[in-house]
């Protein structure tokens, strides 16, 4: 067999196309991805994660737990051969899947929080820590009011045959079983 050299850019174009055709494929880069920015994930935080990514049940939904174990088994081995370890740890305050001598979050990642958190406004903290309960519920409720909005108005606009209505129902039952 002979070796050659292809470019990273080239074997991205080639893992997007088969992350797009195949779902085994796609969740075991979600988990890949996941893993090598995080740490100390537990099984279910990193379904969790993966589903949100792929849609709920891509793990199916008879087996899933043997799928999940497959794919990490998997996943292991791919970060084996780049010279990194997974581990379990089962440590109370550090408890999930991590990379042995790697920080708890990927430079990267560690970077874009970074980033995020300098762009907060310390005044909007302010004023959220001075509204009561009844007003920080009022407001996580018009935002999810909102949210559903933008689903429903993108429903009718793919299926202009719906009425507002029918896009609404089909919004929120989208919210209710994804």
Excluded at 25 to 42: D, K, P, V
Excluded at 51 to 66: I, K, Q, V
Excluded at 89 to 114: C, D, N, W
Aim: net charge positive; with cysteine.
């Amino acid at each position: 067999m002979t070796s050659f050299a292809i470019s990273r850019k080239a074997i991205e174009v080639l893992l997007q196309d088969a992350t797009q055709r195949d779902i085994t494929t796609a969740r075991r880069a979600a988990l890949l991805q996941i893993l090598w920015n995080e740490r100390y994930l537990t099984r279910a935080q990193l379904i969790a994660r993966v589903e949100y990514m792929l849609g709920r049940n891509c793990f199916g939904t008879s087996a899933w737990e043997d799928t999940f174990y497959r794919d990490m088994r998997l996943v292991k081995q791919a970060f084996q051969a780049a010279g990194y370890i997974l581990e379990f740890s089962r440590i109370k305050e550090h408890t999930g899947y991590y990379l042995h001598g790697q920080p708890a979050l990927s430079p990267e990642f560690r970077q874009m929080v970074k980033a995020s958190a300098a762009e907060v406004d310390q005044r909007q903290i302010d004023i959220y820590r001075k509204l009561s309960t009844t007003a920080l519920f009022r407001q996580g409720c018009a935002i999810s009011d909102t949210a559903r909005k933008v689903v429903a108005y993108r429903i009718l606009q793919e299926n202009p045959e719906l009425t507002p209505q029918e896009a609404n129902r089909k919004a929120v039952q989208l919210a209710y079983t994804s």
